[in-house]
């Protein structure tokens, strides 16, 4: 997991942009972003930014997004701001939790 830094102009084909916080490399750190990262390239492909917040680097960012545990996905934009809190390997409920329509296959 790297950490992407944090444009203030996002190109404008980003659609969606996602903090995904944890805490270290742990297993469920991993499987978070792991599951994060194929739900959005098979439903949001070329459409969206991750970034990811360890809060063991940097505990004081929690407090902006009102983290309290992690994994925790916040969804910035588009507004309104959503939270998903747990490893994301319920794609349905991920889906549902960014408000995002499933690929048709």
């Not at 980003?14 to 990262?37: C, D, I, M, W």
């Not at 969804?75 to 889906?95: C, Y």
């Amino acid at each position: 997991m790297n950490d992407t830094s944090s444009p203030t102009n996002l190109p404008e084909a980003v659609r969606y942009e996602l903090r995904l916080y944890v805490a270290g490399q742990t297993p469920k750190s991993r499987a978070a972003f792991a599951n994060l990262k194929h739900i959005c390239e098979t439903h949001l492909a070329g459409q969206y930014r991750i970034e990811i917040i360890d809060l063991l680097k940097t505990p004081q960012l929690a407090a902006g997004d009102q983290i309290l545990a992690v994994p925790t996905l916040v969804r910035r934009l588009p507004e309104p701001i959503k939270k998903i809190i747990g490893d994301l390997s319920n794609e349905e409920r991920v889906l549902v939790g960014l408000d995002v329509q499933p690929m048709e296959a």
